[in-house]
């Protein structure tokens, strides 16, 4: 008995195989026979994860179901029927059946799950197969996880997610299926926890690509995403931040997530001990999003963000510490009222003691600091003179000199932007010696580099105190003038040098030492080369009765 069921299994299910492939050739009635394809990929898929044993009762009429429609089959093909209405009726009726059979399939297999043992599984289609093949494979997923047990549903949705991760054409494939998008939201509203993990992962996946956002949220996603932050696991909850993040992109998304009380949610987490850094870093990234739409940051801001999360910026995880820094920077960007209250909260000090190079952290974070410093210190003449009173020179001046070049880099930038925030910085930088860095800098590969310290340079010695001291530095004096040899391809803007030697000129002891050195001859080459007249006059204030005999040819020209 048990032969002839394991039989009859197997024939059906090889018909129900050839039908499908039969139909695809068929090129009238498309829309039916495109609904018909779909109950037998379902209908197969229901009779591989069963036993021939538990459908021994309907295997009879499920295979004379699918002879009748193979028959029906080769007549649309063959163009061999009587009329459209008769064969349109036929084809109705048939449909119907295959639909019956499924849903008694369903009823079977929810009253007796089958055993793993007795369960036949589908094989992946191999890379580069046809949309037909990997359509089946999915269709057969989406049977375990209606029909199967615990673990086949588990392991069905770790399938889905292998498959998604690695080609991006089964993602299409599942939107383009609302039942399935429809079954994994409700897998993130279940008890089992195994199972809304898996679901959320897959989720996450199929949220990156744009086209799938609007599905996912016209399914109605956002609200069970939003309950699983409230009270599922950890590893849930992290699948569902990154996907959160992913929607959140469109502004649409964020108002929706706002409307579940998304924002509060997340805000519990970051202020949660109990969360680890991986969760809070994905929920600052979600947040983000989110204060790019104003009224959304207003209410964060009314909801004390700022101070948690400068909280959070004094935390040991690098992670959390960044998340934190960059979730300050978006929310004050552009908007002067909460970079007022990121220093009356004490947010300068906060960013000044990770940048302490006794503090133990990552080049990275310390970058992330310095880009924060330059974008929320310098609108307020306030926040510069906190930055100068609580030793940021002196840090800035580290990092210059012993940083990374990234670091070194971004050090510089700030020093430039300090240069045009007030004549205290100028004086600070020159007493903590930045003249002679940014001279160095003046040599450097990258012309963003070279123009940023010559404009910096020339800021700074313009004032007094600063001439002084850049006179009595023979070294540095050379170098500018040795930059300004015609030849000289790799240096910074001649225009610029030259205004800083001008502005040195204003000291007798700084044109002794221009005219002394033994570059001086190339301001003299670069006024006989250049277009404009700053070298020529540059000359002019050089040449006084006791230097002129050195720059005749120029005087008299």
Known sequence: MADTAGSGHRRVMTLISSLISLSLSIRVFAGKWQLIRSRLEELYSGLVAGDSTSLSSELPAITATVEECHELARRCLDLSYSGKLLMQSDLDVTLGKLEAHVK???????????????????????????????????RDLMTRMKVGDLGMRK???????????????????????????HLLV????????????????????????DYCKGVLVGAGVIGPLIRILECGSEVGKIAVVRCLCRLTENSDNAWCVSAHGGVTVLFRICESAECKGELVGAACGVLRNLCGVEEIKRFMVEEGVVSTFLKLVRSKDEVVQVSS????????????????????????????????????????????????????CFSLSSCV??????????????????????IQELGLKVAFRLCEASEEAKKALGDAGFMAELVKFLNAKSFEVREMAAEALSGMVMVAKNRKRFVQDDQSIALLLQLLDPGEGNSGNKKLLVSILMSLTSC?????????????????????????????????????????????????S
Request: with cysteine; charged share 30%; glycine share 6%.
């Open 186 to 209: 409700d897998f993130l509203g279940c008890n089992e926890v195994e199972i809304v993990e898996e679901a959320a992962k897959v989720v996450s996946v199929v949220a990156g690509f």
């Open 385 to 406: 003179s906190l930055l100068l009173s609580y030793g940021f020179v002196d840090q800035l001046m580290y990092y210059v000199r012993n940083g990374e070049v990234s």
């Open 508 to 556: 007798n002891s700084g044109r002794k030492k221009i005219v002394s050195s033994g570059y001086a001859k190339n301001i003299e080459r670069l006024a006989e080369a250049e277009v404009s007249s700053d070298a020529k006059r540059l000359v002019r204030k050089l040449a006084t009765n006791r230097f002129r005999s050195m720059f005749s040819g120029i005087w008299h």
């Open 104 to 138: 008694k399939l369903s009823e079977i297999f929810k009253k007796r799950v089958p055993r793993h043992g007795y369960a036949v599984v589908v094989s992946r289609p191999g890379f580069g197969a046809c949309k037909d093949d990997m359509r089946f494979y999915l």
């Open 325 to 376: 820094i960059e979730l300050i920077q978006n929310i004050a960007s552009g908007d002067e009222l909460v970079r007022q209250m990121v220093v009356r909260e004490g947010g300068v000090r906060v960013l000044l003691r990770v940048l302490d190079p006794k503090w133990t952290c990552s080049s990275k974070t310390r970058e992330v600091v310095m880009r924060a410093i330059e974008n929320l």
């Open 155 to 181: 392991q069905a949705l770790m399938n889905l997610h292998e498959v998604v991760v690695e080609d991006d054409k089964y993602v299409k494939l599942v939107v383009d299926v609302s039942e399935f998008v």
